[in-house]
């Protein structure tokens, strides 16, 4: 286990409404990245935050939006669903130095939207 | 320049067989290449990276090859187990913290 963790496991939500993702951080851990992962498909970037700042973002809308707490605890939330977001949420918490190097991203389990 | 091609789709390899994974990219300012192990309804999971300044790593039954040359990276599977039984992805870094991923590789290991 990485110490990572998501809320809601699953999610099922309409096309045209809100929703709010949660992550909390591997102890430590100052950096999250937030990944969405079609059926199938390997993970795509949507966006990190670094010391509550965003720190690079994917080709991603911007109804993908996102925040980091002091406690580096993390949420990202998607405006105006389409079914297309119907996927796999992950979040990766890191050590990071917000300069430019890489540092080992550890997984939670992901959070399962469906959006009808 | 952004993308991580990775090979074969799926595999099946016997119980004690080697598996092999291969992946390949473009933009030579990648500097961190991790493999990721993903169990059905889990998060991947980390099994070994590498960075270009050497050419091969090993942990435990998992050796990662890396070409920078070639611009090709490949994850062994020695004495493969039915557990390793999995979608395996390999990944590559542009910089910090952005990971870009191959399309993964689903393995069956037949016992």
């Not at chain 1, 591997?26 to 059926?39: D, F, I």
């Not at chain 1, 990766?92 to 890489?102: D, F, N, Q, V």
Request: one cysteine or more; hydrophobic letters at 30%.
């Amino acid at each position: 286990e990485t110490g990572v963790t998501q809320s809601p496991t699953h999610l099922i939500k309409t096309r045209g409404q809100q929703v709010t993702l949660r992550c909390s951080s591997q102890s430590g851990h100052n950096t999250v990245s937030w990944y969405q992962q079609a059926l199938g498909q390997g993970p795509q970037f949507i966006f990190q935050y670094y010391r509550e700042e965003e720190n690079g973002r994917g080709n991603f809308p911007p109804r993908f939006s996102g925040l980091q707490f002091p406690n580096y605890s993390s949420e990202l939330n998607v405006n105006a669903l389409e079914l297309d977001d119907s996927a796999l949420y992950l979040c990766a918490s890191s050590l990071g130095s917000g300069r430019g190097s890489t540092d080992t991203q550890y997984f939670g389990p992901g959070t399962r939207l469906t959006v009808l | 320049q952004q993308q991580v091609k990775q090979s074969p789709q799926s595999l099946i390899v016997q119980k004690g067989g080697i598996s092999i994974i291969n992946c390949a990219y473009e933009n030579t300012a990648f500097d961190y290449f991790p493999w990721y192990q993903q169990f059905p309804g889990k998060g991947p999971a980390l099994l070994i990276a590498i960075r270009p300044d050497v050419s091969e790593k090993k942990e435990g039954r998992f050796t990662i090859s890396f070409n920078k040359s070639a611009k090709q990276f490949s994850l062994h599977i020695m004495d493969s187990q039915p557990g390793d039984s999995a979608t395996y992805f390999c990944a590559a870094s542009p910089e910090g913290g952005k990971l870009i991923f191959g399309q993964g590789t689903e393995l069956s290991v037949k016992p």
